[in-house]
């Protein structure tokens, strides 16, 4: 009798979560933190299973890989657009069911993306990557010598007063 009452409140409990979720996204009231959080706790979670050698799957290892690749550039995409995504009816909504059939052991949608798109375009692209992360580094080297010699030539001066 008290595991039914318990397993009844407890289905209420999911119950009530559920739709205070999917209020929070249909009317995109703290969509974008409910979408942060569902994006980042499971698959945190998978990756340090896969880091810490729970998993022993090379695939595995992959598609939490692609899975983060996936969520990076949404996260730097969101960033430079965000005052265009208030004009984008259910964009948490769509971005939510995206996440979670990218990151769902049962979709796999992070490799179903890597197998159709991304294998491809890195594979045709890579030298370019390859000549623009060179091009970054040196300009960021070089940049960094720059800030460097500024601060100590103002450090000097300042030390001369």
């Not at 397993?7 to 996204?25: G, P, Q």
């Not at 971005?95 to 796999?108: D, N, R």
């Not at 890579?126 to 460097?148: H, R, V």
Request: charged letters at 20%.
């Amino acid at each position: 009798m008290l595991r039914k009452k318990y397993r009844y409140r407890k289905n209420i409990s999911c119950l009530v979560a559920d739709r205070f979720f999917l209020f929070m996204i249909i009317f995109g009231i703290g969509a974008g933190s409910l979408c942060s959080l569902v994006g980042f706790i499971y698959p945190t979670i998978k990756t340090i299973d896969t880091i810490e050698g729970n998993s022993s799957k090379r695939r595995s290892n992959k598609q939490w890989l692609v899975y983060w690749i996936l969520y990076a550039f949404f996260t730097v995409i969101e960033s430079f657009i965000d005052f265009l995504l208030y004009i984008i009816p259910f964009y948490y909504a769509f971005k939510l069911a995206f996440l979670l059939w990218a990151m769902l052991p049962q979709t796999k949608g992070a490799m179903v993306i890597y197998d159709a798109f991304l294998k491809d375009f890195v594979q045709k692209h890579e030298s370019k990557i390859d000549a623009a992360l060179k091009n970054a580094k040196n300009a960021a080297a070089k940049g960094s010598k720059e800030i460097t010699y500024a601060v100590a030539e103002a450090t000097s001066e300042v030390k001369e007063d």
